[in-house]
């Protein structure tokens, strides 16, 4: 059975096991204190397939979101989609979380954190975040290589290889999958 995962711990998987996506939509959140609906979405889904329990969730988005807007308002429209991602709430269906084809093909629009950053990001934004995220010149070369080339999910393996300082070479199909590649290198 998959652990819990505490979302106190979030800030620093962020760092060390999200994928460039999902790291992303956590800075944005945590900047911005807000995500737009395609955001949650992914995000929220993501966070569900982790092992962020409803409970923690609901808590995480609340302590964010009620730093711009008060408790009812959050409770009123925001709440629901929380639930509804862990098949709370309408059709009570147990949505699953977004693979990186799903994500990729996404269309995003202006001011929209969601997508994928090799796909989605222009190539001078995501040098920048790289190089301020630390990774070397040369694992950045690479990574912006592939997404040039339109390789978005290889381009994602070598952002991981830098990350994690090993030379993998993995197959990246989904953001979960990433988050349990990585806690595998984390011992
Ligand atoms: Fe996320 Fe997949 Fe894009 Fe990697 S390739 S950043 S996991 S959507």
Not at 56 to 77: A, V
Not at 115 to 139: A, E, I, M, T
Not at 160 to 171: E, I
Request: hydrophobic share 30%; with cysteine.
């Amino acid at each position: 059975t998959k652990s819990v995962v505490p979302i106190e711990s979030l800030d620093s998987l962020s760092v060390k096991s999200f994928p460039l996506c999902m790291r992303q939509l956590h800075e944005q959140l945590r900047a911005a204190h807000h995500l737009k609906h395609g955001g949650r979405l992914q995000y929220g889904l993501f966070l569900k397939g982790i092992g962020v329990t409803l409970e923690d969730s609901l808590r995480f988005w609340r302590d964010e979101f009620t730093k711009i807007m008060d408790l009812d308002k959050f409770e009123k429209q925001y709440a629901y989609n929380v639930r509804y991602n862990y098949g709370k709430e309408g059709s009570k269906r147990n949505y699953s979380p977004f693979s990186c084809m799903r994500i990729i093909s996404n269309t995003v629009g202006q001011g929209d954190c969601h997508g994928c950053p090799f796909r989605h990001c222009d190539v001078s934004n995501l040098k920048n975040r790289l190089q301020g995220y630390g990774l070397d010149s040369q694992s950045i070369q690479s990574v912006v290589e592939m997404t040039k080339k339109g390789h978005f999910q290889i381009a994602c393996s070598k952002y991981f290889d830098a990350v994690h300082n090993v030379d993998l070479g993995l197959g990246i199909n989904h953001p979960n999958q990433y988050f349990e590649e990585s806690q595998k290198l984390q011992g």
